[in-house]
Nanobody
Framework: QVQLQESGPGLVKPSQTLSLTCTVS??????????WSWIRQPPGKGLEWMGA???????YYSPSQRGRTSISRDTSKNQFTLQLSSVTPEDTAVYYC??????WGQGTLVTISS
C-alpha cells in the first residue's frame, strides 16, 4: 500500500524559505501515480491546492502563491519536495502531500513566526 509522509521544520521565520519533503513508500514515484501534489490547510480555513509535479518533471502551480512555490522530485530517493519562499504568518498551515489516487500524508504543521 502506498504511503506518503511529510517531513520538515515545524517553525520557520518570516521572509525565509519553507522546505518540506514527502517520502513515498510502498510504491514508486515514477510509476504509481502521475501527479504528486502539495496541499495546505491554514487554521480555520479550507484546503488549498498549491501545486503538483508530474512524470517528466512538469510542474503546475496555483497562482495564489504569486510565484513563490517550487516543487521538485528526487526519483532515487522516492521523494518530492516543496519550497515556498518569502513566507509570512499567513503561510502558517498544515501541509499535506498527496498523489492522484487518493493517498495522502498525515500532514505536518508549519508555523511562520519570529
Amino acid at each position: 500500500q502506498v504511503q506518503l509522509q511529510e517531513s520538515g521544520p515545524g517553525l520557520v521565520k518570516p521572509s525565509q524559505t519553507l522546505s518540506l519533503t514527502c517520502t513515498v513508500s510502498g510504491g514508486s514515484i515514477t510509476t504509481n501515480s502521475y501527479y504528486w501534489s502539495w496541499i495546505r490547510q491554514p487554521p480555520g480555513k479550507g484546503l488549498e491546492w498549491m501545486g503538483a509535479i508530474a512524470n517528466g518533471d512538469r510542474t503546475y502551480y496555483s497562482p495564489s502563491q504569486r510565484g513563490r512555490t517550487s516543487i521538485s522530485r528526487d526519483t532515487s530517493k522516492n521523494q518530492f519536495t516543496l519550497q515556498l519562499s518569502s513566507v509570512t504568518p499567513e503561510d502558517t498551515a498544515v501541509y499535506y502531500c498527496a498523489d492522484d489516487l487518493g493517498h495522502w500524508g498525515q500532514g505536518t504543521l508549519v508555523t511562520i513566526s519570529s
